[in-house]
T-cell receptor
Framework: AQSVTQLGSHVSVSEGALVLLRCNYSSSVPPYLFWYVQYPNQGLQLLLKYTSAATLVKGINGFEAEFKKSETSFHLKKPSAHMSDAAEYFCAVNEKGGSEKLVFGKGTKLTVNP | KAGVTQTPRYLIKTRGQQVTLSCSPISGHRSVSWYQQTPGQGLQFLFEYFSETQRNKGNFPGRFSGRQFSNSRSEMNVSTLELGDSALYLC???????????????FGPGTRLLVL
């Protein structure tokens, strides 16, 4: 069975600082991995996805994530935080060749301090 | 290209009532999935439809049901509402199997349901 663990339900950074949001997954088959962002009172917006083409994935708004099979991790990074990055971030896994079902982590709420 | 649309955006119901939520996928997308989001349980998969057929179902009681129409629009219904059904219900669409990018789901803004 698939599962996703996001370490840290709340992360706080200063504007301009590195953003690092952690995600570890469990999957019995090669996974597809996703990061979504949710702003208050909105749906989920796709930030980036890993589908085995490249281990370093670049997404929108300056975010990137690296797939590390040996660590079963897919951490999200952004070199320099902006106030507009304040939101909740969700990591999700979908088993390749499987259904459309996404399994989500519990989410990490990012606060950016001026 | 227009995104996923969901109606209504907000709903207030009382216990025991039933509710129907609607989702229109991105044009050309044939797969629609539904998720429930609550503060306690997070994001949980409800069900997925492709070509008017339910392909997968999550661990929800039979009070939760759905359907998909020939134009790929989908509805979900919750009967005999309970207080615990208060949540944000999110719909997601994807191209569907065999499309090369079927695994990427795009979400709508959600319908926020409050059960009193």
């Amino acid at each position: 069975a698939q599962s996703v663990t996001q370490l840290g339900s709340h992360v706080s950074v200063s504007e301009g600082a590195l953003v690092l949001l952690r995600c570890n997954y469990s999957s019995s088959v090669p996974p597809y991995l996703f990061w979504y962002v949710q702003y208050p009172n909105q749906g989920l917006q796709l930030l980036l996805k890993y589908t085995s083409a490249a281990t370093l994935v670049k997404g929108i708004n300056g975010f990137e994530a690296e797939f590390k099979k040996s660590e079963t991790s897919f951490h999200l990074k952004k070199p320099s935080a902006h106030m507009s990055d304040a939101a909740e971030y969700f990591c999700a896994v979908n088993e390749k060749g499987g259904s459309e079902k996404l399994v989500f982590g519990k989410g990490t709420k990012l606060t950016v301090n001026p | 290209k227009a995104g996923v649309t969901q109606t209504p955006r907000y709903l207030i119901k009382t216990r025991g009532q039933q509710v129907t939520l609607s989702c229109s996928p991105i044009s050309g997308h044939r797969s629609v999935s539904w998720y429930q989001q609550t503060p306690g349980q997070g994001l949980q998969f409800l069900f997925e439809y492709f070509s008017e057929t339910q392909r997968n179902k999550g661990n929800f009681p039979g009070r939760f049901s759905g359907r998909q129409f020939s134009n790929s629009r989908s509805e979900m219904n919750v009967s005999t509402l309970e207080l615990g059904d208060s949540a944000l219900y999110l719909c997601a669409s994807s191209a569907g199997p065999g499309q090369g990018i079927w695994e990427t789901q795009y979400f709508g803004p959600g319908t926020r349901l409050l059960v009193l």
